[in-house]
């Protein structure tokens, strides 16, 4: 609602929702209000804030052997993990538990959670605040001059709980994790903008401002093991504690200007200029300027007498540079004490405080107090044409964007004491074209029928590297790597593959001694598998409105990129994968004969192999058959390309003659179906899917939950 000294907004929004896996929640609630007013009739207070309470049940997954796609894929076909209850088993503890209170396994308790005991005994909730709001004011000194300030908040609470049963596979003590996460974000934005008409011609406009930014953070850790009661999880019923915690804060100062000339509404030059300050930076190091310059060029507007008649409405030519600064991860200048943890790798080994005794150590990353800032600057050059009255119109931009002086992690000598140190060690590029088109083909009567279609290719490549650094490890896991290696796309997979020829084919053991006789001999040395990076993209949506209805579906295409299907190399050793079936059957394996001799020395006739051999365990599951107990990733390497139809809506809005006495203006029902179809040569649960989730290593596929398909239908009514 609103008047003419102001306006305002409410809105109050809850959902619930269920997951596709058992006893799986989410559930959330918003409000949020906005408003302005007019002070006097040259200041304006503005204002808006929302608040959201939300939370619910998670259930373990991925490579987490409480994980529900471990425990469910790798049991055997012969086990039932639900006793007979089918999908009632989560609902039913005869299903994942004897009398006696041990979990019901396929191992006996050894070996990987019962899938339903996982959701029932083993599972994690949290509890989340936030309050997002700001203040603002507006202040009309002149004609020419606008004053404005804002103070904005961003306030974040987290409280997670995670269980684990008694008897469970990971901790068969019990255990209790308590966990509580704290942010808070602090924004403040002073703007002067002046606007001066500077000839007839000539428009301009100056934006001269500062901004002030500071995080706080907290993150408090406790861990209880052994359960002493069974069921009852409370910090006290715990036999040994161990906390964790841990305190941020980063402050950036800038001060910044936007100039923006008009000349004809044909000529656009725009220029900017920033100074920032950061605390993550060495303090004789902590000043960074950076800036961008655009300039556009209407030439539709230039020779109006040129295109009068003709059949381009609208064109636009731009062109762009910019430079881009960024300030270090933080206390990346320091070397930080935690406490001190010590572990062999197979138990939980000590952790301090221990029998009374704190104990701290130095982290084993190095600090490096004379970093600089990353920079990174972009080239961009494209045009915006429209046609025949805008029934087609055409955007297209080309770009090369070159990172430099980027923060890693870098490996260094561990006789330093240290395993890694944070450098400026990076230089890495991109290189693409994004394109757009917008079409009306038809609309004549009461048909319209509208497209678009968008592409764009991004060409990525780590040029360099720190001096002395071959690689950086990204993430990875079991039989897969994702690295930045120079020469090669950011996010390369590397992995172990098969020995070949000079020609490229693969070297079949002929060594009659050898217990890998008949059997492709894996390369000692590791591959380069490509990356998760698609070669290009594409959306392709067709909407057709008739009368009251719409019809509108989109199709997305992914061409090129590669996914590790570690979840598929998993099941070949346990033996559950379909592609198992064959075991006991035997294989004469394409390649040719060859050996090491003596020396090391490879030794290779080009003869074609012509051994038969058995594919049983010792080849599948003992041998390099499998993707988990051997090293073999290339056969587990897949073209993570795809079609889909991404959406598809019918609505239907109802003619205004049959509201005419009711109190709406507009009533429309909608229907939508997302992820409706696939087609794709990737074998896993999804070519979308990534194991380590939004983060820099891409292409990994280990026992992740599967993609959804969603259906919604709706009621939109307005009064």
């Known amino acids: 609602g609103g008047t003419e000294i102001g306006n305002y907004f409410f809105s109050l929004s809850n959902s619930s929702a269920s997951g596709i896996v058992p006893k799986s929640t989410f559930d959330r609630t918003t409000v949020r209000i906005t408003g302005d007013g007019k002070v006097s009739d040259r200041l304006k207070a503005s204002g808006s804030m929302s608040y959201a309470h939300s939370g619910g049940t998670r259930i373990q997954q991925g490579s987490n ?4 796609m471990l425990g469910l894929l790798r049991t055997p076909p012969t086990f039932d993990n639900s006793n007979g209850f089918g ?80 008897y469970s596979r990971a901790y068969p003590a019990g255990q209790l994790q308590n966990q ?143 430079i881009v600064g960024k300030d270090a991860p933080l206390y990346s200048t320091t070397t930080p004490y935690s406490q001190a943890n010590y572990a062999d790798g197979w138990t939980n080994g000590i952790s301090f405080p221990f029998n009374g005794y704190v104990g701290y150590a130095m982290g084993d990353i190095l600090g490096n107090n004379i970093l600089m800032p990353e920079k990174t600057s972009s080239f961009e050059v ?81 040029v360099k590297l720190a001096e002395g650094v071959n690689n950086l490890f990204i993430g990875g896991f079991q039989g897969s790597s994702i690295r930045a290696v120079a020469g090669k796309p950011y996010g390369t997979i590397f992995g172990f593959g098969w020995l070949r020829d000079a020609n490229g084919n693969i070297v079949i053991d002929d060594d009659k001694t050898s217990s890998g006789y008949g059997y492709p001999i894996l390369d000692p040395l590791e591959k380069d598998f490509g990356s998760s990076n698609p070669d290009w993209l594409m959306g392709f949506r067709n909407s057709f409105t008739w009368e009251g209805l719409t019809l509108s579906f989109l199709f997305d295409v992914k061409k090129g990129g590669v996914l590790w299907n570690g979840t598929k190399g998993a099941l070949y050793y346990f033996g559950t994968a379909k592609e198992t079936e064959v075991r006991g059957t035997s294989k004469v394996f394409t390649g040719v004969k060859g050996h090491y001799d003596a020396s090391g020395n490879l030794v290779t006739t080009g003869t074609p192999n012509d051994v038969s051999v058995a594919l049983d365990e010792n080849w599948l599951a003992f041998g390099n058959g499998n993707g988990f107990y051997g090293s073999n990733t290339e056969d587990f ?18 003619p205004k003659t049959l509201l005419t006495s009711t109190p709406f203006s507009e009533v429309g029902i909608t229907f939508t179906g997302h992820n409706l179809w696939l087609s794709t040569k990737y074998t896993g649960v999804d070519p979308e899917t990534n194991l380590m989730g939004a983060f820099n290593a891409q292409g990994i596929d280990y026992f992740n939950m599967p993609g959804t398909r969603t259906y919604t239908i709706s009621l939109s009514v307005k009064f």
């Not at 052997?65 to 529900?68: K, L, M, N, T």
């Not at 004011?137 to 004053?147: F, I, K």
């Not at 087609?392 to 000598?413: C, K, S």
């Open 637 to 654: 390497i897949e073209d993570a390309g795809w079609v889909r139809l991404r959406e598809l809506s019918l609505t239907y809005q109802l």
């Open 87 to 166: 999908s009632g088993g989560a609902d039913n503890v005869a299903a994942y538990m004897f009398p006696d209170g041990t979990q019901r396994t396929y191992r006996g308790g050894g070996g990987y959670d019962n899938p339903f005991w996982t959701v029932n005994e083993n599972p994690f909730t949290d509890d989340v605040d936030r309050f997002i709001g700001y203040v603002q004011a507006n202040y009309y000194a002149a004609e020419w001059l606008e004053v404005m300030y804002r103070l904005g908040a961003d306030i974040y609470s987290d409280k997670r709980v995670q269980e684990f049963a008694i």
């Open 382 to 462: 494209g045009f915006d044409i429209s046609l025949w009255q805008n029934l087609i119109g055409l955007n297209f931009t080309y770009y090369n964007t070159r990172g430099i002086d980027q923060i890693f992690n870098v490996p260094i000598a561990p006789s330093t004491g240290y395993w890694r140190e944070v450098m400026n060690a990076g230089e890495i590029t991109n290189k693409g074209v994004e394109l757009v088109l917008t079409a009306t083909p038809v609309n004549i009567d009461n048909f319209k029928w509208d497209l678009s279609l968008n592409f764009s290719t991004n060409k990525n490549m780590v």
């Open 180 to 322: 509580e996460l704290f942010s808070s974000d602090i924004n403040s934005d002073l703007i002067l903008t002046f606007t001066q008409k500077l000839t007839d011609d000539l428009f301009g406009k100056l934006l001269v401002g500062n901004n002030l930014y500071q995080t706080k953070g907290s993150n408090l850790y406790v861990q209880g093991d052994g359960l002493v009661i069974p069921g009852f999880y409370h910090m006290s019923n715990t036999s040994s504690q161990i906390t964790r915690q841990s305190a941020s804060e980063l402050r950036r100062l800038a001060f910044y200007g936007d100039l923006t000339l008009d000349y004809k509404a044909m000529v656009y030059v725009e220029g900017t200029l920033r100074n920032e300050m950061s605390t993550t930076l060495p303090k004789g190091n902590n000043s960074f300027l950076y800036g961008s310059g655009n300039l556009s060029f209407v030439f539709t507007e230039a020779f109006k007498d040129l295109f009068k008649d003709s059949f381009m409405n609208f064109g636009k030519v731009r062109l762009s540079y910019a």
């Open 65 to 68: 052997i409480s994980g529900v």
